[in-house]
């Protein structure tokens, strides 16, 4: 995650609608409040570190639903918890932190560029250490493979069976243990460029590097630009980082990619361009496009993806402080719904009208607000299925080609971020909703729960509760938003949390 200078912090309470400047900002100074941000592989915690003025040293994670925080490195080492100086102390203040799902394993760079630390949260502990010849861009992980980043190669490496890896952490004591698989050397990475000095004076954190891993181990695929010798600027090779050979080569885009990320299964990937209009979705590793969405008209710098751990919906954030919300369906599923839509705002007069006038009156400004979003949504989709029925009709009888330029699907739902994010860099995940089940700590693994927090009490609530759109801004806000997967439309902020206090 990528920030930059941006105006100073409020706080404000999604309740009462109050407002405040955090104690954390610099009165008139355009600064970020995060240097880094990194959700873990199935969006359940944020991992953050922060910037020069900023009083917190160290990094914290915070789980995010319920949201709060759980660990954090500097209060590991002021409250002695067997914390060594080779420790996590001596990373004061990372510019990548990387968690492995909810177990206790993170991958830190810190002030040293080249200097890749695996440490243990649970004892506050190094496991090895790892150092290269060039600045390291971005860290991946899955429970197979440990992938690092630089401008021109990408280094795998094996990380072996992460069950109980606590027990094996005393035969663990250096890189030796890590074991490098293989090397690719790359073009130049698009995001490679940087002065990492200058970096953290004006605490601005890392542009990550543009590549991406699929955090499953069975469809465990590594995504990056290839060289763009005999190819095109916008293509997307796919790496089997288990058999360790290319795969596949996608034609995704023709211009530049700005943006890739995988499911969380693996099974597709999503691409952005660096003109951000247009979001595709392709099959792993066939290449088979599923899905084209317009983002908008203009252009726009792409921030995150983030798909749903069901793969039904994709979260798109960028610089037009809207994130876009689509909907992963068949042309059958979508005309379908197009036409249940129809149907019910034609019955009766509309339906958008009836619901505004059988509306019971709020007895809260959270139930104000839920009310209006409920209503807006409802008259978006009213008026916008006639739209789509008539565009799919007339696009029934032109080639694929034209269709996709006649026909681009639109977002089914959209979040308006609060004024005080405006001009900050984001991050956006989709927590909650179906498909979450099958989604648990791994067994003999150091889980988020060595640290106080019930890991199984925090799957129950993500599989209980509705699909929610999280978003976190460098200037330091968590924001929640509720998704209405029956209508779609505005979605209605519900929380907002700042990860500055104390």
């Given at each position: 995650?990528?920030?930059?200078?941006?105006?100073?912090?409020?706080?404000?309470?999604?309740?009462?609608?109050?407002?405040?400047?955090?104690?954390?900002?610099?009165?008139?100074?355009?600064?970020?409040?995060?240097?880094?941000?990194?959700?873990?592989?199935?969006?359940?915690?944020?991992?953050?570190?922060?910037?020069?003025?900023?009083?917190?040293?160290?990094?914290?994670?915070?789980?995010?639903?319920?949201?709060?925080?759980?660990?954090?490195?500097?209060?590991?080492?002021?409250?002695?918890?067997?914390?060594?100086?080779?420790?996590?102390?001596?990373?004061?203040?990372?510019?990548?932190?990387?968690?492995?799902?909810?177990?206790?394993?993170?991958?830190?760079?810190?002030?040293?560029?080249?200097?890749?630390?695996?440490?243990?949260?649970?004892?506050?502990?190094?496991?090895?250490?790892?150092?290269?010849?060039?600045?390291?861009?971005?860290?991946?992980?899955?429970?197979?493979?440990?992938?690092?980043?630089?401008?021109?190669?990408?280094?795998?490496?094996?990380?072996?069976?992460?069950?109980?890896?606590?027990?094996?952490e005393k035969f663990m004591p250096n890189s030796a243990?890590?074991?490098?698989?293989?090397?690719?050397?790359?073009?130049?990475n698009p995001h490679g460029a940087f002065n990492f000095?200058?970096?953290?004076?004006?605490?601005?954190?890392?542009?990550?590097?543009?590549?991406?891993?699929?955090?499953?181990?069975?469809?465990?695929?590594?995504?990056?630009?290839?060289?763009?010798?005999?190819?095109?600027?916008?293509?997307?090779?796919?790496?089997?980082?288990?058999?360790?050979?290319?795969?596949?080569?996608?034609?995704?885009?023709?211009?530049?990619?700005?943006?890739?990320?995988?499911?969380?299964?693996?099974?597709?990937?999503?691409?952005?361009?660096?003109?951000?209009?247009?979001?595709?979705?392709?099959?792993?590793?066939?290449?088979?496009?599923?899905?084209?969405?317009?983002?908008?008209?203009?252009?726009?710098?792409?921030?995150?993806?983030?798909?749903?751990?069901?793969?039904?919906?994709?979260?798109?954030?960028?610089?037009?402080?809207?994130?876009?919300?689509?909907?992963?369906?068949?042309?059958?599923?979508?005309?379908?719904?197009?036409?249940?839509?129809?149907?019910?705002?034609?019955?009766?007069?509309?339906?958008?009208?009836?619901?505004?006038?059988?509306?019971?009156?709020?007895?809260?400004?959270?139930?104000?607000?839920?009310?209006?979003?409920?209503?807006?949504?409802?008259?978006?989709?009213?008026?916008?299925?006639?739209?789509?029925?008539?565009?799919?009709?007339?696009?029934?009888?032109?080639?694929?080609?034209?269709?996709?330029?006649?026909?681009?699907?639109?977002?089914?739902?959209?979040?308006?971020?609060?004024?005080?994010?405006?001009?900050?860099?984001?991050?956006?995940?989709?927590?909650?909703?179906?498909?979450?089940?099958?989604?648990?700590?791994?067994?003999?693994?150091?889980?988020?729960?060595?640290?106080?927090?019930?890991?199984?009490?925090?799957?129950?609530?993500?599989?209980?509760?509705?699909?929610?759109?999280?978003?976190?801004?460098?200037?330091?806000?968590?924001?929640?938003?509720?998704?209405?997967?029956?209508?779609?439309?505005?979605?209605?902020?519900?929380?907002?949390?700042?990860?500055?206090?104390?």
């Open positions: 995650m990528r920030m930059r200078p941006a105006p100073a912090a409020t706080t404000r309470d999604a309740s009462s609608g109050a407002t405040t400047h955090s104690p954390h900002a610099a009165t008139g100074a355009l600064m970020n409040q995060l240097l880094s941000a990194s959700f873990n592989q199935d969006a359940s915690c944020v991992a953050v570190s922060f910037p020069d003025p900023s009083p917190a040293t160290g990094f914290q994670i915070f789980n995010c639903d319920p949201f709060g925080r759980f660990y954090s490195s500097a209060s590991a080492a002021t409250t002695g918890i067997g914390i060594a100086p080779a420790g996590l102390a001596a990373v004061v203040r990372p510019v990548i932190v990387e968690m492995l799902f909810c177990t206790s394993l993170v991958a830190l760079v810190g002030e040293s560029p080249r200097r890749l630390q695996i440490v243990n949260t649970k004892r506050d502990s190094t496991i090895c250490e790892l150092s290269f010849v060039s600045s390291i861009l971005s860290v991946r992980l899955n429970r197979k493979r440990l992938v690092v980043v630089l401008e021109e190669h990408i280094y795998i490496y094996d990380i072996g069976e992460t069950r109980g890896f606590e027990q094996r243990n890590m074991k490098l698989l293989h090397t690719i050397d790359t073009a130049p000095r200058m970096l953290l004076q004006l605490a601005l954190t890392l542009l990550e590097a543009l590549c991406a891993l699929a955090p499953s181990s069975d469809n465990c695929f590594l995504a990056y630009p290839p060289s763009t010798a005999g190819g095109s600027s916008g293509d997307l090779l796919i790496f089997d980082a288990i058999n360790l050979q290319a795969v596949n080569i996608i034609q995704a885009h023709k211009t530049s990619l700005s943006c890739i990320m995988f499911s969380f299964d693996g099974s597709i990937v999503a691409t952005a361009s660096d003109k951000g209009t247009v979001i595709r979705v392709f099959s792993v590793p066939n290449g088979q496009k599923l899905h084209q969405f317009r983002r908008g008209t203009y252009n726009a710098t792409i921030y995150s993806l983030a798909f749903d751990l069901s793969n039904k919906y994709l979260a798109v954030s960028s610089d037009t402080d809207t994130v876009h919300i689509f909907k992963l369906e068949s042309d059958s599923e979508r005309k379908e719904r197009e036409k249940r839509l129809s149907t019910q705002s034609a019955s009766g007069g509309g339906t958008f009208f009836e619901s505004v006038a059988a509306v019971s009156p709020p007895t809260s400004l959270d139930s104000a607000k839920k009310m209006i979003g409920g209503i807006v949504g409802t008259g978006l989709a009213a008026v916008r299925s006639p739209l789509a029925s008539a565009t799919s009709a007339v696009s029934s009888f032109l080639p694929n080609t034209i269709t996709e330029i006649w026909e681009p699907q639109r977002d089914f739902a959209y979040a308006k971020l609060p004024q005080q994010t405006k001009g900050f860099q984001n991050m956006c995940a989709l927590v909650g909703g179906a498909g979450l089940a099958g989604v648990t700590p791994l067994a003999g693994t150091a889980t988020i729960a060595s640290t106080g927090f019930d890991a199984s009490e925090m799957t129950a609530s993500m599989v209980a509760g509705q699909l929610q759109l999280v978003v976190l801004s460098a200037c330091g806000f968590f924001h929640v938003f509720s998704v209405d997967v029956d209508t779609g439309g505005e979605c209605v902020q519900q929380k907002e949390y700042s990860l500055l206090d104390d």
